[in-house]
């Protein structure tokens, strides 16, 4: 298990039987960038990975 494991976990645990819009991640991710500017490169790679999902990943 990862460390960052224990905060998915926490997610799921948490909101995990919530339905949320694409659009309420996003603002949800705009918010976590503008307190955390540092985070910013890490928050754009995993935006861009959900945006894509598998179509663009091949085994």
Do not use: H, K
């Amino acid at each position: 298990m990862y460390f960052t494991d224990r905060g998915i976990e926490e997610l799921e645990r948490r909101r995990g039987e919530e339905d949320v819009s694409l659009a309420w991640v996003a603002d949800r991710l705009r918010a976590f960038v503008d307190a955390n500017p540092e985070f910013e490169t890490a928050i754009e790679r995993f935006a861009t990975y959900l945006a894509r999902d598998d179509e663009d990943f091949e085994d």
